[in-house]
């Protein structure tokens, strides 16, 4: 089995800044794309960033030029520093990786269980 487990969550004023984590344990061969997605109150779940195994990187409109995604493959870590943070912003953010347990399989899509940012105006 594959487990997430996000970090870094947090209450922050407008402007300010935060990086979250998530680490990836378990049975893991390789790691394909990992992202970040977040869920607001009453809206569908939205991709925010996105970095492929070459690193090529994927960011949502609303934060491009604000948050920057990378990864750390000898960690099976992703990190998302999170700048200029607006109330917008507030949203559970979850991790997605797309794991490979053997050397032969395509890959499976893991979720962490999300953490809370909550952006004050």
């Known amino acids: 089995q594959v487990q997430l487990v996000e970090s870094g969550g947090d209450l922050v004023q407008t402007g300010g800044s935060l990086r979250l984590s998530c680490a990836a344990s378990?049975?893991?061969?390789?790691?394909?794309?990992m992202g970040w997605y977040r869920q607001a109150p009453g809206k569908q779940r939205e991709l925010v960033a996105s970095i492929a195994t070459g690193g090529r990187r994927n960011y949502a409109e609303s934060v491009k030029g604000r948050f920057t995604i990378s990864r750390d493959n000898a960690k099976n870590t992703v990190y998302l520093q999170m700048d200029s943070l607006k109330p917008e912003d507030t949203a559970v953010y979850l991790c997605?990786?797309?794991?490979?347990?053997?050397?032969?399989?395509?890959?499976?899509?893991?979720w962490g269980q999300g953490t809370q940012v909550t952006v004050s105006s």
């Open positions: 378990g049975n893991i061969f390789g790691i394909n794309a």
């Open positions: 997605n990786m797309n794991v490979r347990q053997r050397p032969w399989d395509s890959g499976a899509d893991y």
